[in-house]
């Protein structure tokens, strides 16, 4: 059972159009919140039409044997702006935002968000990974996926995609089947893991 419906985590829709990332005036903005105020931040962004992302996960569990699920974000405690130097002012004037943490490669930062908007909207289940593992570089050559670059991990017995924010240094993983996959740089079209 839902406690709450999922809210909006992108605006605005076509924020991660397949165009190639430019400079602007716009930049990203890393907004490091209080406690549990990813949501609230986000709400007050979307009422005041600048541009964020709120990477999201369902997580679910059971309580006295009752089933509940729930968005929660992805890398706790951040919300990423995207706009001007006003809208990084209006942020801060939420009373929501602890930090504002500069970010020095836009196009880094604004890659590594689109794989992760990529994961999200496939409706796979995700699970956040809070520190880098180190992992083989892996290019997904077929299925939901393909054309998207990470390292690969093995957790559980099961093979899974690890994209990074490096930025943050933490990311999420996706569970994916060995024959998606091939190195980076590489003809083979299987992965044997060590």
Known sequence: MPILPLEPFLYPHNLFADTPWEAGEERWWVLHTRPRAEKSLARRLLTHGNGFFLPLHQRRWLNKARKFESHVPLFPGYVFLHGTQDARLAALATNLVVNVLTVTDQSCLHEDLSRVHHLMVSGAPLTPEQTLMPGAPVEIVAGPFAGLHGKFLRRAGACRLFIEVSFLQ??????????????????????SPA
């Open 170 to 191: 933490c990311g999420v993983s996706v569970e994916i089947e060995p024959w998606m996959m091939q190195p980076l740089g590489s003809s083979r079209l299987s992965l």
